[in-house]
């Protein structure tokens, strides 16, 4: 474990490495710098002033020369300081991470929640009506798109009714608590989960038909094991292992946010800051959110193959040698 552990950290600092320098240099060929910005802003600057400031900044040097300085400085947890907020990354990054962490976070366990039972009911009755009423819905959830459903919520719960507001994060001259963001946190949540619950559905009710075939399964109930955990503790545990894999690739928009949910709703967070850093060329922004999401991708396939040895005991991340 320990052997497997060391070489997927390898792996993850390799692949960063790959992936910084990457955003880095896309990021770099974008036209127009914050200096140009500030010419456009200030039209008395003059030439002789721009060229100064580039070199002030190292704008001036070479893309890879650029790269290396930021890369020492990260590596010191200097992460530099953003033109948008004028203020250090990782203050401006904290407050909007907890923010997604807790919109997607919430979705993901509703999602779950809904899919599997929901995807274990359907492939128990294959091909009936019922399995096609609820193959349907998938079907509908996955071909809405978020911010048709975002509006609808809005038009709905908002405008007619009345009873939610229509996007922000908190009352105004509130403290800010869990308690108060609920009001707020109900159409983005409830959009996110319709969004996702079809996909999962349609995984869970594959992976628990396709275990329901298997020869073990037969073995099980001709043993006179119940039905009830002959299909939760055993399919549904084997049928976990790809929905787990779907769930871990998904795992870095846990941390690059949901963008057009976040717009429709006015929800800071994620997703809407790295869109604006790349509109406003805040690069350490732009880099240092991307990156994030990208360790974080990293660390959900860790934990997926960590979930996998936890479902089947059968893998392990031990050498067999022979």
């Known amino acids: 474990m320990l052997r497997f552990a060391a070489v997927r950290l390898l792996q993850a600092i390799v692949v960063l490495l790959i992936m910084s320098f990457l955003i880095y240099g896309l990021i770099g060929l974008m036209p127009g710098d914050p200096i140009d910005l500030m010419i456009n802003a200030d039209p008395n600057v003059t030439a002789a002033d721009a060229a100064r400031l580039r070199a002030l900044y190292g704008l001036d040097q070479p893309i890879w020369e650029r790269y290396l300085n930021w890369l020492t400085a990260a590596l010191q947890g200097d992460f530099g300081y953003s033109r948008l907020f004028s203020r250090p990354v990782p203050e401006v990054l904290a407050p909007r991470l907890l923010n997604t962490l807790l919109l997607l976070g919430m979705s993901l366990v509703l999602s779950l929640m809904v899919a599997i039972p929901l995807g274990v009911f359907a492939a128990r009755r294959p091909n009936t009506a019922t399995d096609t009423a609820i193959n349907l819905a998938c079907f509908a959830g996955i071909s809405v798109p978020p911010f048709w459903l975002a509006l609808l919520f809005i038009i709905l719960f908002a405008v007619v009714l009345g009873v939610l507001p229509a996007g922000g994060m908190a009352p105004v001259g509130g403290d800010g608590g869990l308690w108060e963001r609920l009001p707020y ?29 298997q020869d073990y399964i037969r073995t099980a109930r001709a043993k006179g094991v119940p039905e009830r955990s002959v299909v939760w503790r055993h399919a549904l545990r084997n049928a976990m292992i790809p929905v787990v894999t779907i769930v871990a690739l998904g795992f870095g928009s846990l941390f690059s946010g949901a963008l057009v949910t976040e717009s429709m709703f006015a929800y800071l967070g994620m997703g809407k800051l790295i869109y604006d850093s790349i509109l406003g060329n805040d690069y350490n922004i732009a880099l240092v959110g991307l990156l994030l999401a990208t360790l974080m991708t990293l660390a959900g396939n860790l934990l997926a193959d960590l979930g996998y040895a936890a479902l089947d005991p059968r893998i392990t991340f031990t050498e067999t040698r022979t």
């Open 185 to 213: 946190l109900v159409m983005p949540v409830a959009t996110l989960t319709l969004v996702s619950i079809g996909g999962y559905t349609r995984f869970v009710r594959a992976a628990v038909m396709e275990q329901l075939r």
